[in-house]
DNA sequence: GTCTATATAGGGATAGAC
DNA sequence: GTCTATCCCTATATAGAC
């Protein structure tokens, strides 16, 4: 099995446990290798595998969400792509946000670093699309950073109550929102 | 030790590591109590103990937000009251949620129906307020529950960036934007 | 009510055969 | 590259003295 293959059958373990939730019992069963055979791939271990597991999500999360702001359409048309970007890459809502999984006890402390960085270029790509119609630099960021919260507002609440129509609610509105008299 | 005192010791912990990132050492060193001091409070172990600081909590968040909303002030003044027992319960943002967090992995399957029912009253409770200034039940109910969310997505942004001004700004917004237009 | 000491299970990780 | 078998450690939990 190469890598890749693992690694894809990795992520819905770390994503619902957890980092320190998941079990190397877990991942065994999940890909379907033995314990020694993860060690293989993953010499260090789990720290590996969920560093793993985050680099090859967050490269899924740049081809989904953050590539479609960098095309050569209109403002309006970027965010419109984005939105429906996000909503593949959290399955509607329905997965949580890696970085805010990860984001808690152990893992916090060996991710930290990464994670806040993703996010803030997560906000910065969203607020240059802003600013190319003529928004303020700041007032970009500020309604950027906004749109960030919502989302993870969002995940959050999905998780709770399982209605991913809060999920789709919160997108569906994002663009016009961003936009509005601009 | 009184019981109460041992659970506001182990509240931190919980918060900051998660239900599985918790450890009885941990809780042990955070007390002051032996391993076993701590089993003759919570003879059921570490669930029961994260039942107690859920229910404890449970009963801070009550008085500190949910009570101000229930006075018989003007509406706008019970917003305002709300949010500034919400900054109080989050510390300013620097608390994670702990909804949010015992909504993971294997803590979720202990407690997911008190979280979500936790959530749905939090929400219900804001919309009977916005109810009451004659907006309409759906159009209160969503606007609540946006406002969670709003509160949510801020919990996690600070958790990662570590700037509590995202918070704040939150809360400083919410009274006029649940009553914007009614 | 708190402690020391201990039991038991499962966790992460490794050795070495195939 | 995957396996079986095993190691060591820590985790949860318990027994029983004080």
Redesign the interface.
């Known amino acids: 099995m190469s890598k890749e293959a693992v690694i894809v059958k990795l992520i819905p373990v770390f994503r ?7 079990t190397l019992s877990m991942l065994s069963q999940a890909s379907g290798l033995g314990k020694a055979s993860l060690y293989h791939h993953f010499p260090q271990g789990k720290e590996s595998m969920a560093d793993a597991v985050m680099a090859y999500v967050a490269v899924e999360f740049e081809r989904a969400v953050l590539q479609p702001l960098k095309s050569d359409r209109q403002p309006i048309e970027k965010l419109k792509a984005m939105c429906q970007g996000l909503n593949e890459f959290y399955a509607a809502g329905e997965n ?2 890696f ?3 990860m ?6 402390n060996l991710f ?1 670093a990464r ?2 960085q993703q ?2 270029t997560w906000i910065e790509t969203t607020a240059e699309v802003l600013i190319e119609v003529g928004i303020e630099p700041a007032e970009a960021k500020m309604r950027s ?1 906004h749109s ?7 995940l ?2 999905v ?4 209605d991913t129509t ?1 999920f789709e609610n ?1 997108i569906a509105s994002l663009p016009q929102k961003m936009l509005q008299q601009a």
Chains 1, 2 share one sequence.
């Open positions: 619902q446990y957890g980092y320190e939730g998941t949580s946000c970085l805010a999984i984001s808690v006890g152990e893992a916090d930290h994670i806040k996010l803030q950073q960030v919260i919502e989302i993870q507002g969002a959050v609440l998780r709770i109550i399982k809060i919160i």
